[in-house]
């Protein structure tokens, strides 16, 4: 699976890491929901770990297209959320 | 994946395809697509720009701010040699506050140095997927029929789109970051036309309401150290007393 960091770039990961990733992810946004700035924060270092210890960067030249695409790594706990009361990181 | 991951893609992911939506056949799509890189960059290297800009504003004010502190602590000593106490205490409550607008300062100009670099770094990488691109479209005309050519351009044109819509939303958030920051330089500014960070020569005698706030402001214990430190200083070589020094060489 591709994996995109917004705003750094495109990670290949192999596709066994998706159900951890998303495992991942429902908790942290179960822990923006709790108001748990602490546990998401956490949450969110466990998924760019994953992604840095798992990932090999694509090279520039390389077209693919994302399985799954992350908010930039240094997403605040107000931006994510926003991201899900429907306003979106960055509004249209 | 209704996450975070998932929100992200399908944010990146719409507008990927209002981009590519337009285009009828795969010839129109490399040409509207590249039409659309061409204005990216230009629009990458705006971003850019304007976060130097503001960049450089807050520096100016940052070395600004740091004449005013040296001169501050200047006139506290020379005022305490004086045995004008109260002068000192003015003057130091005005450092204080001038250091803790230099940290934040400081702070912000090293965020903007990070958005610099990354956004740069970022322009790079799109001018290298646009030129594979260009390279892959003329692979493909040659190589494959019709049908299979438009699928074959529409996965390289996903994959250059997503770096598109995914630097403009970089792009997005750094104007957000830079916007607040000019917000914030205009209140420091303000700050400073409205003497706060003035010497305490050029003001008149009496307690002013800037100096009030200024007391609510800055620390009271902070200060008084620091004035007990300058008193330590000063008993060893209490002899002489220089005139309080006149605010005429204001930088």
């Given at each position: 699976m591709i994996v995109r960091i917004s705003g750094e770039g495109q990670f290949r990961l192999p596709d066994e890491d998706a159900a951890r990733l998303n495992e991942l992810d429902n908790r942290a946004v179960a822990a923006v929901e709790q108001g748990d700035e602490h546990g998401f924060?956490?949450?969110?270092?466990q998924m760019l770990d994953l992604v840095a210890r798992d990932g090999n960067r694509l090279a520039d030249d390389e077209l693919e297209e994302s399985d799954v695409i992350l908010p930039p790594r240094d997403v605040s706990f107000e931006e994510a959320q926003g991201e899900f009361t429907g306003e979106g990181l960055i509004p249209d | 994946m209704p996450g975070l991951a998932g929100r992200m893609s399908t944010v990146v992911k719409s507008k990927i395809s209002r981009m590519l939506d337009r285009a009828e056949d795969p010839g129109e799509t490399l040409d509207y697509g590249y039409q659309k890189q061409v204005e990216m960059l230009q629009n990458v290297k705006k971003g850019i720009a304007d976060v130097v800009t503001a960049k450089k504003r807050l520096q100016m004010q940052s070395s600004k701010l740091e004449q005013q502190v040296v001169k501050l602590d200047t006139q506290a000593r020379q005022a305490l040699s004086q045995g004008r106490d109260d002068l000192a205490r003015m003057a130091l409550e005005r450092k204080?506050?001038?250091?803790?607008?230099?940290?934040?300062?400081?702070?912000?100009?090293?965020?903007?140095?990070?958005?610099?670099?990354?956004?740069?770094?970022?322009?790079?990488?799109?001018?290298?997927?646009?030129?594979?691109?260009?390279?892959?479209?003329?692979?493909?005309?040659?190589?494959?029929?019709?049908?299979?050519?438009?699928?074959?351009?529409?996965d390289a044109a996903h994959g250059v789109g997503e770096e598109m819509a995914d630097l403009g939303l970089a792009m997005q958030r750094a104007e957000d970051k830079t916007e607040q920051m000019r917000a914030r330089a205009s209140a420091v500014e303000e700050?400073?036309?409205?003497?706060?960070?003035?010497?305490?020569?050029?003001?008149?005698?009496?307690?002013?309401?800037?100096?009030?706030?200024?007391?609510?402001?800055?620390?009271?214990?902070?200060?008084?150290?620091?004035?007990?430190?300058?008193?330590?200083?000063?008993?060893q070589g209490g002899g002489e007393s220089p005139t309080l020094e006149q605010g005429k060489e204001n930088a």
């Open positions: 924060m956490e949450l969110w270092a | 204080t506050l001038a250091q803790t607008e230099l940290q934040s300062l400081d702070s912000q100009i090293k965020e903007l140095e990070g958005q610099q670099e990354q956004l740069t770094a970022n322009e790079q990488k799109l001018r290298t997927k646009i030129e594979a691109f260009r390279t892959k479209k003329e692979v493909i005309k040659a190589q494959y029929s019709a049908a299979e050519a438009q699928v074959k351009i529409s700050l400073e036309e409205a003497g706060t960070f003035d010497d305490i020569t050029q003001l008149g005698s009496g307690e002013d309401d800037l100096d009030r706030q200024l007391k609510q402001l800055t620390s009271g214990a902070q200060v008084d150290d620091e004035l007990a430190k300058m008193r330590a200083e000063l008993g």
